[in-house]
C-alpha cells in the first residue's frame, strides 16, 4: 500500500508542477503571471484540503454525506437563478462574480460519490434488486444530472453519469437492471443533440474536421496542428505559435495541445501514463480497503479523475467531439483543482486505514490483536 500511495502522489506531483509551468507559458503573452498566481492560490487551498482528508478517517463522511449532498444541490439551484448565478458564453455554472468564481457542479461531482458510496454500503445486500439497487439511487442521482444539464453542461452530465453507473455496478447493481435506463438516457441524448443547433454542428464538424476547419471545427483542428508541430521533443517550452489567438481555451480544456506543440510527444504521453498510472493506484486502493464505504468511495473517486482526463485527452486529440472538461491537476480552473486534490487527500485516507498497512510494525506481534496472543 506504501508504494501504491507514493507512486500516486509522485504522480499527481508531476502533473501539477507541469500544470503551473504550461500555465505560465501559455498565458505569459497575454496576462503574465495571472493566472498562474491564481492557480498557485487555489493550488494551495487545495493542499489544505488535501492534508484535512488525509489526515481525518475517511467513515466521517458517512455522517457528512447527505448534508454535503443537500450543500451541493442548493448551490446548483443558486446558479441557475439570475442575478445570483453568472452567465458566461449562455451557460450559468458559476456563483461569484468575474474576480472570484466557484462552480457548483464541481463540488456536487464529490458529493454525489460520497452519498453513493454511503448508499452502496448501507443496502449493500439489497443492491441486487430492481428497487434498491436503481430507482431509490436512480433518483437522486437525476436531481443532481438534471440541475447540472439545466446549466446547460452536457459534459459534465454525461461524465457525473458514468461515474454514478460504474459505482452502482461495484456496489452490487445488475447488467439486467441498468442498461434499459442507460439506454433510454442515451437514446434522450442523442434527441436532444440532434435539436440542438450547437451541439449538433460540433458532432458533425468531429466527423469531418478538414471540412469544418475554419467555423465550429477551428479549435480542434488548431489542436491537431500543435500537436503535429510539437513533433517528438516539441518546439520548446515557451515557443507554441498555435497558442497565439489560435486555440481559444488553451489554458483550459485545450492545455494539453500546448503541451504537446511546446514539449512534444514525449510530453503528451507522459500525461496519459500518469493518469493511467493514478487509475490503477487508486483500484488497488480501493480493493484493499476495510470496507464496503471505503471500497466504494475510492473506486468512485478514481472513475471521476479517470474518466474526466479520459474525456479530455479524446476532446483534444479529437478522438471525441468537443467538451468543456477540465484536465484534472493541469488545466486552469481553481475549482476544479480544489475537488481534485480533495479527492487524492480521500485516497490517502482510505489508504491509510486499508487492510494493506502503509508500514509494518517493527515488533511482529504489533500486527496482532491482544485476544490473538497465546495464553500465558
Known amino acids: 500500500m506504501k508504494l501504491a500511495v507514493t ?35 487555489w493550488c494551495a487551498l487545495g493542499l489544505v484540503a488535501f492534508v484535512m482528508a488525509a489526515s481525518v478517517d475517511y467513515v466521517l ?27 458566461i458564453n449562455h451557460a450559468r455554472r458559476w456563483l461569484g ?76 447493481a445488475r447488467w439486467k437492471f441498468i442498461l434499459p435506463p442507460a439506454l433510454t438516457a442515451l437514446v434522450a441524448l442523442g434527441i436532444f443533440l440532434w435539436h440542438d443547433p450547437m451541439r449538433s454542428r ?22 491537431m496542428l500543435a500537436f503535429g508541430s510539437g513533433g517528438w521533443f ?15 481555451e488553451h489554458h483550459t480544456d485545450f492545455i494539453l495541445s500546448v503541451i504537446g506543440e511546446e514539449l512534444g510527444l514525449v510530453a503528451t504521453l507522459f500525461v496519459v501514463l500518469a493518469f493511467v498510472v493514478i487509475v490503477l493506484c487508486g483500484l488497488f486502493v480501493s480493493l484493499n480497503s476495510r470496507d464496503a464505504f471505503g471500497l466504494l468511495l475510492g473506486s468512485g473517486i478514481t472513475f471521476l479523475i479517470g474518466l474526466q482526463a479520459f474525456i ?11 467538451k468543456g472538461l477540465p ?22 485516507s482510505v489508504a491509510r486505514r486499508g487492510r494493506v498497512p502503509l508500514r509494518q510494525p517493527a515488533n511482529p506481534f504489533e500486527a496482532e490483536p491482544a485476544s490473538a496472543l497465546p495464553a500465558t
Request: proline residues 4%; hydrophobic residues 55%; contains cysteine.
Open 234 to 248: 516539441g518546439l520548446g517550452l515557451g515557443n507554441s505559435r498555435q497558442k497565439l489567438g489560435f486555440i481559444p
Open 61 to 87: 463522511l458517512r455522517r457528512l454525506a447527505w448534508p454535503l449532498f443537500g450543500l451541493a444541490v442548493v448551490l446548483l439551484v443558486l446558479v441557475l437563478v439570475p442575478g445570483i448565478g453568472l452567465k
Open 97 to 172: 462574480n468575474q474576480s472570484f468564481r466557484l462552480q457548483p457542479s464541481e463540488l456536487a461531482k464529490l458529493a454525489l460519490i460520497v452519498t453513493l458510496a454511503w448508499y452502496g454500503e448501507r443496502f449493500q445486500r439489497q443492491m441486487g434488486t430492481f428497487g434498491k439497487g436503481i430507482v431509490v439511487p436512480g433518483l437522486f442521482i437525476a436531481v443532481v444530472l438534471a440541475l447540472v444539464f439545466k446549466e446547460p453542461d452536457v459534459g459534465t452530465t454525461m461524465l457525473l453519469a458514468s461515474v454514478a453507473g460504474a459505482m452502482l455496478l461495484v456496489a452490487g
Open 327 to 348: 484536465l484534472p491537476f493541469i488545466s486552469y480552473g481553481g475549482s476544479n483543482l480544489l475537488i481534485m486534490l480533495t479527492c487524492v487527500g480521500l485516497l490517502v
Open 312 to 322: 479530455n485527452i479524446g476532446v483534444v486529440t479529437s478522438a471525441l467531439p468537443n
Open 7 to 41: 507512486i500516486l502522489l509522485s504522480s499527481v506531483a508531476a502533473l501539477l508542477v507541469l500544470g503551473m509551468v504550461m500555465l505560465y507559458s501559455s498565458r505569459m503573452t497575454q496576462n503574465g503571471a495571472h493566472y498562474l498566481t491564481t492557480q498557485l492560490t
Open 202 to 223: 460540433r458532432i458533425f464538424s468531429w466527423l469531418d474536421l478538414e471540412a469544418t476547419k475554419e467555423g465550429v471545427g477551428f479549435q480542434a483542428y488548431q489542436a
